[in-house]
């Protein structure tokens, strides 16, 4: 057979291979969670894009997570209960918890049966990259659909080393997910569960080099950065005190506590993986500084402060730096309950 016929053959072979790959990991994931065979299916799916920045998708599901018709994680609202609203990112909308575990269901079930009734519901306005500057854009209709007597804030942080333009403005229209291998998507998912930290630790730092070998590296995030998110937390708590809704703060928690030791270079480099322009020792310093905003926010308006950052932190209460394992979704919701329910509180 000439080699031409032979490389033709083979790669139609591959190409015949991947395609049933491909068909079965669609019958797979119809049969085990429902999912269309075709159209994409990941996590992108939740989510959409508008003028106003990300936005959830009114009843798209994925794997474990649902959106209700307003495009909240969970459950349809209820008229009948007090509703109690979360702001935040992916730390609040619940990564790798299993269903019903994340912070604000955890949180909803605690002050329940305090209350000894089901009197609140906790509505989970966290979405997987949401800033504060985007939330303040779409923030008062939330709080017209929601109406929530109290707003709990636990924004997530390290979107401030590369904070979104201050007054962004997208075209109005909402962004559809194009077509995805989800072979793909398991194939790195079992890499990523399964390759020896040394090895994954190895590749991050060679990607880590490839994309900042023509960019300034910033030993810490700018003073700018602190600035635009003391400006964003305001206006939302501006926000919030002109709709009547009380604000309990709540400050970032991470893996690491106040500082890192030499066992967790490892996990800062994943955590440098997303935002390879900041090197490892600037993220637990942005933590602090910006942390000191939330304090501060907090004692001059006379706000319910939640301290998270200090004591909430350890590899049983996080999966890698700073998503939590159920434990610390739970000690979390219920510093926040003890927050919610202190009578002594503003």
Request: with cysteine; glycine share 8%.
């Amino acid at each position: 057979m000439p080699p031409n016929h032979l490389t033709i053959r083979l790669l139609a072979a591959l190409g015949v291979f991947l395609v049933v790959w491909e068909a079965c990991a669609r019958v797979d994931d119809s049969w085990t969670d429902g999912a269309p065979l075709f159209g994409v299916y990941d996590l992108s799916g939740l989510t959409t894009v508008d003028e106003f920045g990300i936005a959830g998708r009114p009843n798209a599901r994925f794997s474990k997570w649902k959106m209700n018709g307003l495009g909240f994680r969970g459950e349809d609202l209820r008229s009948d209960r007090e509703s109690i609203l979360c702001i935040g990112a992916s730390e609040t909308f619940g990564m790798y918890e299993p269903e019903g575990m994340e912070f604000p269901k955890q949180l909803e079930r605690e002050i329940n049966r305090r209350a000894r009734s089901e009197r609140y519901q906790v509505v989970n306005a966290g979405l997987p990259g949401q800033s504060l500057s985007s939330f303040n854009r779409r923030a008062a209709a939330v709080v017209r659909r929601v109406r929530p007597t109290v707003a709990v804030l636990y924004p997530s942080l390290a979107i401030y080393i590369d904070p979104p333009p201050e007054n962004l403005v997208r075209p109005a229209t909402t962004q559809t997910p194009g077509f995805r291998l989800r072979i793909a998507q398991k194939v790195s998912s079992a890499l990523s569960d399964r390759a020896p930290e040394a090895i994954q630790t190895a590749a991050r730092r060679i990607a880590i080099g490839a994309q900042t070998r023509h960019r300034v590296i910033l030993q810490r995030i700018p003073e700018s950065n602190v600035l635009r998110f003391r400006r964003d937390l305001s206006r939302l708590l501006d926000l919030l005190a002109g709709e009547q809704v009380r604000a309990v703060m709540v400050t970032h928690a991470t893996r690491f506590g106040a500082w890192a030791t030499p066992g967790d270079q490892a996990m800062l480099i994943a955590w440098r993986a997303l935002y390879p322009a900041l090197e490892e020792s600037g993220f637990l310093d942005m933590e602090n500084r910006l942390n000191n905003v939330i304090r501060g926010e907090a004692a001059n308006r006379g706000l319910t402060l939640v301290d998270a950052a200090t004591f909430l932190h350890g590899a049983g209460n996080f999966v890698e730096f700073v998503h939590f394992t159920p434990r610390g979704a739970g000690a979390l919701a219920h510093a926040i309950a003890d927050g919610l329910l202190d009578r002594s509180a503003p």
